[in-house]
């Protein structure tokens, strides 16, 4: 169905051929022609390599945990915190790439230099696995244990993994954003798509990681983890082929050079004439010429109330005036307003960007905490042994079956409901709606692990194994998540990409990564911290090797708590957000400018 849907979203109306209005240029740096770049030609083409390039990453990522407690021999606790560790590595990379498409280099360039650097990592990893670390042959998996590594072989095994945190998390923000300015955003018809492409991309993602979950864990589960490793190098290998391919039909836009001196020009500026006695209205705030007032495109960002310490930035003093007169600008002392609702923007997103942070610590259990829970329950059906890991497969399942539901059903309802000219829910409603899911999601994980537990100590066969629960009883837990992921995670996407200045779009894409990157920060800490303050003399702590000896049910409790008090903050921080207005626009305003909640 969200295939069909795809294909209705491709059909444009018929219009003659002319140039796209949003300022994008094709690859030879020519305006770019409508009918013969960019559209869901090249969508398409980046949805598939996106596709491909979650199935390598979530091959390395997915089982992980497992790697590390059966391969290189740690314990459930150091092996989940060192998961944390290295995905957040993976995404506060992302601000690595960010940057560099944004300043210097353009989307296409970065993500096709940061790919070419994922497919490194990857092939260095399974050479590494295959020549080193998996020693015995076979081993790895429940029954045979691997031996000792040196030092060198760990160091390169790190290196490894640490190429592909900096390959995948440089490409994701830029590749995000790469694939929206594929649509005019100023087309009527191709706007729309630009909304539809953010769902369906996490669609490819999420389809991506399926086949990894299912097919490529069960191998590694059984102790053929350098294959999955050269499964995923030939899947990140051939999304480059495919990225590279694509080039002719892709629209680009030029990099606006380095915001920090920007941002700083702004703040200087501001603080020396803070004894300044301001006018009564914005009219008289210093406009700056048509280069000064945008970056990257025609769309002008036009003033709005808040933060009017910055506003002084753009105040003219009488030095101004005479260094004007002698034909003599100093940004350092003298910024327009456009450059100064560039800081506000940033400033306005920040208290929903570390609102979004405590979902990225519920989010990350799934591929650490989650899979060594379903280790512990009944694997077995007959002689069949389901991997742990695979069970995110419902989660990819819940995402695409919620992304129609929403796309198809909800949206449209929300939207006659309300009876207004916008449509649907807005993105930070859909975001608290996300946090909500998130909620259920850890009282559900919680209330099944207070049952594994009990069943767990029914016998005494069972004290120090496997509980007999069933590993099906965590399919809830996983769909929760998966729901929660369409609103929250979709719903950034969008919100940032549209809710940041035109010069600053992979940046936009980059606070999403961000926020999953110390969402696992804020989770090894939060594990480090239970831990070190549940063990005593005679209890091993809520997380320890063995689960059943554990509590791992009241941590699950502890972050149900924490993202309800994240919910009451967010809520908060929305009312008082207001959004940002180019050229008059308001997108999803309601009649005083801030975006419903």
Not at 109 to 117: L, N, S
Not at 325 to 345: A, D, F, M, T, Y
């Amino acid at each position: 169905m969200a295939c069909l849907e795809l294909c209705k979203e491709i059909k444009y109306k018929e219009e003659p051929e002319g140039i796209t209005l949003d300022g994008s240029v094709d690859w030879q740096g020519r305006p770019a022609i409508r009918e013969k770049s960019g559209g869901w030609f090249a969508g398409i083409i980046i949805l598939l390599n996106q596709g491909l390039a979650t199935l390598a990453f979530f091959g390395i990522g997915v089982n992980l945990v497992l790697f590390l407690t059966r391969v290189v021999g740690q314990n459930n606790a150091e092996a989940a915190n060192n998961v944390s560790k290295w995905t957040g590595t993976v995404y506060i990379f992302s601000l690595v790439g960010a940057f560099l498409s944004d300043s210097y280099w353009g989307r296409y360039k970065t993500c096709a230099v940061f790919q070419v650097i994922f497919v490194m990592g990857l092939v260095s990893l399974s050479l590494s696995s295959y020549v080193f670390l998996i020693r015995p042959k076979g081993c790895g998996n429940e029954e045979l244990e691997c031996g000792e590594h040196s030092k060198l072989e760990m160091g390169m095994f790190y290196l490894s993994i640490y190429l592909i945190a900096l390959g995948n998390g440089g490409y994701q923000p830029n590749i995000a954003t790469f694939g929206a300015d594929q649509f005019d955003v100023e087309h009527s018809d191709e706007s729309h798509s630009k909304v539809a492409f953010f769902s369906y991309f996490y669609l490819a993602m999420n389809l991506g990681s399926l086949f990894s979950n299912t097919i490529l864990v069960y191998f590694e589960d059984e102790g053929m983890w350098a294959f999955g490793f050269w499964v995923s190098a030939g899947s990140a290998f051939t999304a480059l082929v495919l990225f590279l391919l694509g080039t002719p039909r892709y629209r680009h836009f030029k990099a606006s050079g380095n915001p920090l001196p920007r941002f700083c020009q702004v703040f200087v500026a501001a603080c020396t004439k803070w004894k300044t006695q301001m006018p009564p209205n914005e009219e008289e705030l210093y406009e700056g010429d048509a280069k000064e007032s945008s970056t990257t495109s025609n769309r002008k960002i036009m003033y709005t109330d808040g933060f009017k310490f910055l506003d002084r930035a753009a105040f003219i003093s009488s030095r101004d005036l005479d260094d004007q007169k002698r034909g003599v600008h100093n940004p350092w002392r003298l910024c327009p307003i456009s450059q100064i609702e560039e800081v506000k923007c940033i400033l306005r997103l920040l208290p929903i960007w570390l609102c979004t942070i405590i979902y990225s610590v519920v989010f990350t259990q799934m591929a650490s905490l989650f899979v060594e829970q379903g280790a512990a329950m009944k694997t077995t059906i007959s002689n069949f042994r389901i991997p742990p890991a695979s069970m995110s497969s419902f989660d990819v399942l819940s995402v695409a079956i919620f992304i129609f539901l929403y796309r198809r059903v909800l949206d449209p309802l929300v939207g006659k409901l309300k009876k207004t000219d916008s449509k649907g829910l807005t993105e930070l409603q859909r975001m608290g709606i996300g946090l909500v899911i998130a909620i259920m999601a850890m009282v559900s994980a919680g209330i099944v692990e207070c049952y594994r537990l009990k069943y767990a100590k029914q016998g005494c066969t069972h004290c120090d194994g496997t509980s007999s629960l069933s590993i099906f009883w965590q399919i809830p837990q996983y769909a929760f998540i998966g729901a929660s992921e369409v609103f929250m995670y979709v719903g950034q996407l969008e919100f940032f990409n549209a809710q940041t200045p035109d010069g600053l779009k992979s940046f936009g894409s980059a606070l999403c990564m961000t926020s999953i990157s110390l969402g696992n920060y804020v989770s090894s800490l939060l594990v480090s911290m239970v831990m070190k303050i549940s063990t005593e003399d005679h209890m091993p702590g809520w997380i320890p090797g063995n689960l059943n000896r554990g509590h791992l049910d009241r941590f699950y409790f502890l972050l149900a708590a924490l993202t309800s008090i994240d919910l009451v903050v967010y809520i908060a921080s929305a009312r008082w957000y207001k959004c940002i207005q180019l050229e008059g626009k308001c997108e999803e305003n309601d009649e005083h400018g801030s975006l419903r909640v």
